[in-house]
């Protein structure tokens, strides 16, 4: 199925795909706003996660216009004069971690374009990617302790990706960690220079997309099935993931592509 990048584009989120769409970009695009989440963000970076899973998208880019990632959760409206009911605070508090569901759940790879801020629940969503390429001017950080609230939703996906310790102290003082330090205590992937950021960018993308759809597909979501079992649990299914992968036509095709000296030619 063809990816409908038209469609899947709003007033502040704007996807375009690669020529064979395998690869495709979601941009952030309120750069007047430090491109801060809002409904029309949330909602379409959903719809994304699934269209990718209906089409022959690989990996799913998401970055920010104008050199800022994301700022978080759009702050204006929040100073209410009058309190929502709970349900529906609930509810409105919950798009973020429903996104974090569809990026675990679609088949492509998930990677964060990290240029500038990238903070709150910003820092959340970059750290909900399997990759995190940042430019080394890029900064990370959960400041919304600033305003007396925490980052429980960030938390979910920042905590997993770093040192334990390293992760409290960002969540509890709200201090920015550069792109070489978010490197070493795990947050980010890896640091690229800012003034090559495009074109290395375009090359480590392609890289992973080059990869077999199977095989991006099943080990993406054997890394998310088998990281919480306890380990007798994840070398069982992890063993039967693997006879399953050695199955599929693309192992077949990888196998004979390498015999043979030739680049593999996936199905999907």
């Given amino acids: 199925m063809t990816l409908d990048t038209t469609a899947l584009s709003n007033d502040d989120l704007s996807v375009t795909k ?10 952030i695009d309120r750069p007047d706003k430090h491109n801060a989440l809002n409904d029309r963000v949330l909602n379409g970076l959903m719809d994304v996660m699934d269209a990718a899973d209906e089409s022959p ?4 880019v998401i970055r920010g216009a104008g050199g800022t990632f994301c700022s978080g959760g759009d702050l204006e409206g929040m100073d209410e004069t009058e309190d929502p ?14 996104l974090f569901e569809h990026m675990v759940d679609t088949s492509a790879l998930t990677v964060a374009a990290v240029e500038g801020y990238c903070l709150a629940g910003g820092c959340g969503l970059a750290a909900a990617c399997e990759f995190v390429v940042a430019a080394d001017d890029a900064e990370f950080g959960t400041p919304e302790v600033n305003v007396g609230m925490f980052p429980m939703q960030a ?27 978010g490197r070493e ?8 220079d800012a003034d090559e950021f ?29 990281r919480d079992m306890p380990f007798d649990r994840s070398h069982n299914y992890l063993k039967e993931m693997l006879t399953l992968l050695m199955e599929s036509e ?19």
């Avoid at 998208?57 to 799913?60: N, Y």
């Avoid at 205590?185 to 690229?192: K, R, Y």
């Avoid at 960018?201 to 080059?210: E, M, P, Q, S, T």
Wanted: hydrophobic residues 40%; without cysteine.
């Fill in 198 to 226: 495009e074109g290395r960018l375009d090359a480590y993308v392609d890289k992973l997309a080059a990869n077999s759809p199977v095989m991006i597909s099943m080990g993406k979501e054997a890394y998310h099935t088998q």
């Fill in 57 to 60: 998208a690989r990996v799913v």
């Fill in 185 to 192: 205590i795990g947050l980010v992937t890896d640091v690229l």
């Fill in 155 to 181: 938390m979910a996906s920042i905590l997993p990706a770093v040192l334990e310790k390293q992760g409290l102290k960002m969540l509890f003082t709200g201090d920015h960690v550069s792109a070489t330090e």
């Fill in 250 to 268: 693309d192992h077949e095709e990888g196998v004979a592509a390498f015999v043979e000296d030739r680049e593999p030619d996936w199905k999907r």
């Fill in 18 to 27: 690669s020529d064979d769409e395998v690869v495709v970009r979601a941009t």
């Fill in 85 to 98: 009911p709970m349900e529906e605070r609930r509810r409105n508090s919950s798009k973020l971690s429903d």
